[in-house]
Protein backbone atom coordinates (compact mmCIF):
# COMPACT_ATOMS: atom_id res chain seq x y z
CA UNK A 1 0.00 0.00 0.00
CA UNK A 2 3.06 2.18 1.08
CA UNK A 3 4.55 1.86 -2.56
CA UNK A 4 1.06 2.12 -4.28
CA UNK A 5 0.86 5.85 -2.49
CA UNK A 6 4.53 6.66 -3.10
CA UNK A 7 3.91 5.84 -6.93
CA UNK A 8 0.60 7.48 -7.17
CA UNK A 9 2.05 10.57 -5.37
CA UNK A 10 5.01 10.60 -8.04
CA UNK A 11 3.01 9.97 -11.18
CA UNK A 12 0.35 13.18 -9.64
CA UNK A 13 3.36 15.14 -9.02
CA UNK A 14 4.97 14.48 -12.24
CA UNK A 15 1.73 14.48 -14.52
CA UNK A 16 -0.44 17.30 -13.22
CA UNK A 17 1.06 19.31 -10.11
CA UNK A 18 4.74 20.00 -11.70
CA UNK A 19 2.85 21.19 -15.15
CA UNK A 20 0.32 23.57 -13.37
CA UNK A 21 3.21 24.92 -11.00
CA UNK A 22 5.25 25.68 -14.12
CA UNK A 23 2.23 27.56 -15.55
CA UNK A 24 1.01 29.26 -13.03
CA UNK A 25 4.79 30.68 -12.14
CA UNK A 26 4.63 31.64 -15.89
CA UNK A 27 1.25 32.73 -16.10
CA UNK A 28 0.48 34.75 -12.74
CA UNK A 29 3.89 37.06 -12.74
CA UNK A 30 2.29 37.93 -16.63
CA UNK A 31 -0.94 38.82 -15.69
CA UNK A 32 0.05 40.60 -12.90
CA UNK A 33 2.28 43.27 -14.96
CA UNK A 34 1.28 43.21 -18.52
CA UNK A 35 -2.22 42.41 -18.58
CA UNK A 36 -5.64 41.36 -16.63
CA UNK A 37 -9.67 41.76 -16.77
CA UNK A 38 -11.50 43.49 -13.81
CA UNK A 39 -15.09 43.02 -12.84
CA UNK A 40 -17.60 46.28 -12.56
CA UNK A 41 -19.77 45.18 -9.37
CA UNK A 42 -21.08 48.57 -9.23
CA UNK A 43 -23.05 51.52 -11.37
CA UNK A 44 -20.48 53.84 -10.74
CA UNK A 45 -19.73 54.07 -14.35
CA UNK A 46 -22.95 54.05 -15.57
CA UNK A 47 -23.55 54.26 -18.31
CA UNK A 48 -19.91 53.94 -19.92
CA UNK A 49 -19.62 50.38 -17.75
CA UNK A 50 -23.15 48.37 -16.32
CA UNK A 51 -23.14 46.28 -13.23
CA UNK A 52 -21.66 43.11 -14.37
CA UNK A 53 -18.94 44.11 -17.13
CA UNK A 54 -15.71 42.43 -17.28
CA UNK A 55 -13.21 45.04 -18.82
CA UNK A 56 -9.94 44.26 -20.13
CA UNK A 57 -7.11 46.37 -18.03
CA UNK A 58 -4.19 47.62 -20.11
CA UNK A 59 -1.48 47.18 -17.20
CA UNK A 60 1.76 48.60 -19.84
CA UNK A 61 -0.53 51.36 -20.59
CA UNK A 62 1.67 53.49 -18.55
CA UNK A 63 4.56 51.53 -16.83
CA UNK A 64 5.82 48.28 -16.48
CA UNK A 65 5.70 46.93 -12.93
CA UNK A 66 7.36 44.42 -10.41
CA UNK A 67 4.81 41.46 -10.17
CA UNK A 68 2.50 41.59 -7.61
CA UNK A 69 3.57 44.95 -6.85
CA UNK A 70 2.78 48.35 -7.50
CA UNK A 71 6.12 49.77 -7.67
CA UNK A 72 7.51 50.38 -11.30
CA UNK A 73 10.27 49.22 -13.35
CA UNK A 74 9.63 52.03 -16.16
CA UNK A 75 7.42 54.32 -17.07
CA UNK A 76 6.92 55.55 -20.53
CA UNK A 77 3.54 57.57 -20.06
CA UNK A 78 1.24 58.92 -18.23
CA UNK A 79 -2.56 58.47 -17.82
CA UNK A 80 -4.48 61.17 -19.76
CA UNK A 81 -7.42 62.95 -19.21
CA UNK A 82 -10.31 61.03 -20.28
CA UNK A 83 -8.57 57.47 -19.64
CA UNK A 84 -10.84 55.20 -18.08
CA UNK A 85 -8.00 53.93 -15.59
CA UNK A 86 -7.95 51.07 -12.11
CA UNK A 87 -6.30 52.14 -9.23
CA UNK A 88 -6.08 51.51 -5.48
CA UNK A 89 -8.53 53.78 -3.52
CA UNK A 90 -6.21 56.39 -0.98
CA UNK A 91 -9.07 55.77 1.68
CA UNK A 92 -9.08 51.91 2.44
CA UNK A 93 -7.34 50.41 -0.78
CA UNK A 94 -9.92 48.88 -2.75
CA UNK A 95 -9.40 48.52 -6.33
CA UNK A 96 -12.17 51.45 -8.50
CA UNK A 97 -12.71 52.20 -11.67
CA UNK A 98 -13.14 55.60 -12.66
CA UNK A 99 -12.16 58.38 -15.45
CA UNK A 100 -9.15 60.42 -15.22
CA UNK A 101 -10.61 63.77 -14.81
CA UNK A 102 -7.76 66.27 -13.12
CA UNK A 103 -3.94 65.68 -14.12
CA UNK A 104 -1.22 67.35 -12.08
CA UNK A 105 -1.38 70.78 -11.71
CA UNK A 106 -5.24 70.76 -12.95
CA UNK A 107 -7.54 73.05 -10.91
CA UNK A 108 -11.22 71.34 -10.59
CA UNK A 109 -14.34 72.46 -9.87
CA UNK A 110 -18.07 71.29 -10.02
CA UNK A 111 -21.01 73.69 -10.26
CA UNK A 112 -23.89 71.68 -10.11
CA UNK A 113 -22.40 68.75 -11.64
CA UNK A 114 -21.32 71.08 -14.75
CA UNK A 115 -17.36 70.52 -14.32
CA UNK A 116 -14.65 73.39 -14.83
CA UNK A 117 -11.07 72.37 -15.70
CA UNK A 118 -8.35 74.83 -15.00
CA UNK A 119 -11.58 77.45 -15.11
CA UNK A 120 -12.88 76.44 -18.49
CA UNK A 121 -16.33 74.80 -18.18
CA UNK A 122 -16.65 71.52 -20.41
CA UNK A 123 -18.60 71.10 -23.30
CA UNK A 124 -21.71 68.99 -22.94
CA UNK A 125 -24.60 67.78 -25.30
CA UNK A 126 -28.21 66.91 -24.35
CA UNK A 127 -28.97 62.95 -24.29
CA UNK A 128 -32.43 61.42 -23.89
CA UNK A 129 -33.45 60.94 -20.35
CA UNK A 130 -33.73 57.16 -19.32
CA UNK A 131 -35.68 55.33 -16.04
CA UNK A 132 -33.28 55.01 -12.93
CA UNK A 133 -33.41 52.30 -10.59
CA UNK A 134 -36.08 52.53 -8.59
CA UNK A 135 -39.07 52.96 -10.62
CA UNK A 136 -40.48 54.80 -13.84
CA UNK A 137 -41.07 58.41 -12.25
CA UNK A 138 -37.94 58.79 -11.62
CA UNK A 139 -35.46 59.73 -14.31
CA UNK A 140 -31.58 59.75 -15.13
CA UNK A 141 -30.47 63.06 -16.76
CA UNK A 142 -27.90 61.89 -19.74
CA UNK A 143 -25.68 64.00 -21.02
CA UNK A 144 -22.25 63.83 -23.33
CA UNK A 145 -19.38 65.43 -22.19
CA UNK A 146 -16.24 66.08 -24.17
CA UNK A 147 -13.02 66.01 -21.88
CA UNK A 148 -9.85 66.86 -23.91
CA UNK A 149 -11.65 66.25 -27.09
CA UNK A 150 -12.79 62.98 -25.81
CA UNK A 151 -16.58 62.78 -25.77
CA UNK A 152 -18.48 60.15 -23.18
CA UNK A 153 -21.88 59.93 -21.96
CA UNK A 154 -21.98 61.58 -17.69
CA UNK A 155 -25.02 60.04 -15.75
CA UNK A 156 -27.29 62.51 -13.58
CA UNK A 157 -29.67 61.88 -10.67
CA UNK A 158 -31.67 65.07 -10.16
CA UNK A 159 -33.41 63.73 -6.91
CA UNK A 160 -30.75 62.21 -5.13
CA UNK A 161 -28.24 63.67 -2.47
CA UNK A 162 -25.20 64.26 -4.18
CA UNK A 163 -21.85 66.14 -4.10
CA UNK A 164 -22.58 68.56 -7.11
CA UNK A 165 -20.73 71.39 -6.32
CA UNK A 166 -17.28 71.46 -5.24
CA UNK A 167 -13.79 73.01 -5.53
CA UNK A 168 -12.10 74.58 -6.49
CA UNK A 169 -9.14 71.77 -5.70
CA UNK A 170 -5.61 71.70 -7.15
CA UNK A 171 -4.27 68.12 -8.18
CA UNK A 172 -1.12 68.09 -6.35
CA UNK A 173 2.43 66.90 -8.56
CA UNK A 174 2.00 62.72 -9.72
CA UNK A 175 -1.87 62.65 -8.63
CA UNK A 176 -4.80 62.79 -10.75
CA UNK A 177 -8.52 63.47 -9.83
CA UNK A 178 -10.62 60.33 -10.48
CA UNK A 179 -14.31 60.68 -10.97
CA UNK A 180 -17.59 58.11 -11.83
CA UNK A 181 -19.57 58.96 -15.02
CA UNK A 182 -22.65 58.46 -12.78
CA UNK A 183 -21.81 61.55 -11.35
CA UNK A 184 -24.56 61.01 -8.55
CA UNK A 185 -23.78 57.55 -7.33
CA UNK A 186 -19.98 57.74 -7.48
CA UNK A 187 -17.68 57.37 -4.33
CA UNK A 188 -14.58 59.32 -5.75
CA UNK A 189 -11.93 61.55 -5.36
CA UNK A 190 -14.31 64.37 -4.39
CA UNK A 191 -14.40 62.18 -1.18
CA UNK A 192 -11.09 60.36 -0.66
CA UNK A 193 -9.24 62.58 -2.38
CA UNK A 194 -6.76 62.46 -5.90
CA UNK A 195 -4.89 59.37 -6.48
CA UNK A 196 -1.04 58.95 -6.41
CA UNK A 197 0.55 58.14 -9.41
CA UNK A 198 1.61 54.72 -8.15
CA UNK A 199 -1.23 53.34 -6.87
CA UNK A 200 -2.82 53.48 -10.72
CA UNK A 201 -2.80 49.78 -12.07
CA UNK A 202 -3.76 50.86 -16.17
CA UNK A 203 -6.38 51.48 -18.18
CA UNK A 204 -9.32 50.12 -18.77
CA UNK A 205 -9.84 49.86 -22.69
CA UNK A 206 -12.26 47.55 -23.94
CA UNK A 207 -15.70 45.25 -22.53
CA UNK A 208 -14.83 41.48 -22.60
CA UNK A 209 -17.85 39.97 -21.93
CA UNK A 210 -20.90 41.32 -19.66
CA UNK A 211 -23.88 39.48 -17.72
CA UNK A 212 -26.69 41.47 -16.62
CA UNK A 213 -26.90 40.19 -12.29
CA UNK A 214 -30.61 42.05 -11.81
CA UNK A 215 -31.63 38.89 -14.21
CA UNK A 216 -29.98 35.99 -13.61
CA UNK A 217 -26.89 36.65 -14.73
CA UNK A 218 -28.18 37.00 -18.65
CA UNK A 219 -25.70 37.90 -21.43
CA UNK A 220 -25.30 41.10 -22.92
CA UNK A 221 -24.73 39.79 -26.39
CA UNK A 222 -24.48 43.68 -27.68
CA UNK A 223 -21.72 44.46 -24.89
CA UNK A 224 -19.17 42.05 -26.03
CA UNK A 225 -15.70 43.09 -27.26
CA UNK A 226 -17.15 46.67 -27.16
CA UNK A 227 -14.84 49.63 -26.65
CA UNK A 228 -15.19 51.56 -23.60
CA UNK A 229 -16.09 55.30 -24.47
Known amino acids: MKAFLRRFTVWLWREWLRPLALAAAIVFPLKSSLAEWNYIPSGSMRP????GDLVWVNKL???????FT???LAEWGDPQRGDVAVFYSPADGIRLVKRVIGLPGDVIESRQDRLFINGTPLAYAPLPAVPAEGGSARTAVLAEE????RPHPVRILPGRPALRTFGPVRVPPGCYFMMGDNRDDSHDSR???CVPRLRIVGRATAIIASADPAHWLRPRGDRLLCAIP
Open 146 to 149: ELAG
Open 191 to 193: YFG
Open 61 to 67: AYDLKIP
Open 48 to 51: SLLP
Open 70 to 72: TRH
